[in-house]
């Protein structure tokens, strides 16, 4: 008999939906777009020739639809890869369990999973409202200490480069995973590509500085000077690396497409961040479609 996975490792609600995300599993379309802000999901739905479901609990709203014949879901994560543990385990469980019997499918299916998200970029020549699509998300975040995950052979050099060039920051330990490269090469084809850092905060993990003093001084001079190869660290957020690693665990394709709304070596940030997340959004709904 094969091993049950127990209640209170896959918490399923009464009404056979998965715990948190409130879904089906007949709810969720094998092309799936993650946002991290909840109001973005109807900006990305309202292109929808139709929308056959809305659900919603806590921060994640969910929306099905059709754009043309392609079936897509739209959901948002919330900020930071503790929410993206959540969403990709329950993403995956709504196409990889079996919830009657509480036991794994023989035939396992891969999502297409794409990010559509904001960040900021480190590179001086990477100007506000670039759409960028994230070649590695590299993480300074805690959640893939908490599962097995192997580096392939391409991604062992730069994170081995990357530990080199950060040994004197004591309590950092990153993890790197590389996009899916068939969404890398259509979905991605037209925009910048570069590194994208996880941080699993705002503030001081991302660099900056209001009132408390930061424990890394230059942090974003020391990630900008980042050179294997021909990666380089871009731009900074906090839920790529998560998704990448997770979906590579899991089996299932990423893409994170980040809409630049600050520059942080220029210190600025855009006059028209929704114009921007417009763009990225329709450069990936075209692509979709």
Not at 81 to 103: C, S
Request: charged share 20%.
């Amino acid at each position: 008999m094969e091993n049950k996975i127990s209640e209170s490792d896959l918490i399923i609600n009464p009404d056979g939906s998965i715990y948190h995300l409130n879904l089906l599993p007949e709810d969720l379309a094998q092309t799936v777009i993650t946002v991290g802000d909840p109001d973005r999901v109807s900006e990305i739905s309202k292109h929808f020739d139709r929308i056959e479901l809305k659900k919603g609990k806590r921060e994640f709203i969910t929306h099905t639809g059709y754009l043309g014949q392609r079936r897509i879901t739209v959901i948002s994560t919330g900020i930071g890869t503790d929410n993206i543990d959540i969403v990709f385990n329950e993403l995956d469980a709504l196409v990889n369990i079996d919830f009657q019997n509480r036991t794994v499918k023989k035939d396992l299916t891969s999502l297409d999973i794409i990010r559509i998200g904001t960040s900021g970029a480190i590179q001086p020549d990477l100007p506000m409202g670039t759409i960028l699509a994230s070649s590695h998300g590299l993480g300074l975040d805690a959640l893939m200490q908490y599962y097995i995950h192997e580096l392939s052979v391409d991604e062992r050099p730069i994170l081995e480069a990357f530990h080199s060039h950060c040994a004197h920051i004591k309590g950092i330990h990153p993890y790197l995973t590389a996009a899916d490269s068939t969404l890398l090469n259509t979905i991605g084809a037209d925009m910048e590509k570069g590194i994208t850092i996880t941080a699993p905060g705002f503030y001081a993990p991302q660099g900056r500085q209001v009132r408390a003093k930061n424990a890394i001084p230059n942090f974003i001079s020391l990630l900008n000077s980042f050179q294997h190869g021909s990666n380089r660290i871009t731009n900074l957020e906090m839920e790529t690396a998560g998704i990448y690693a997770l979906a590579k665990v899991l089996g299932h394709k990423a893409l994170s497409v980040n809409a630049i709304l600050a520059s942080r070596v220029n210190f600025e940030f855009s006059t028209a961040p929704n114009k921007v997340v417009d763009q990225a959004i329709r450069m990936v709904l075209d692509k979709l479609s």
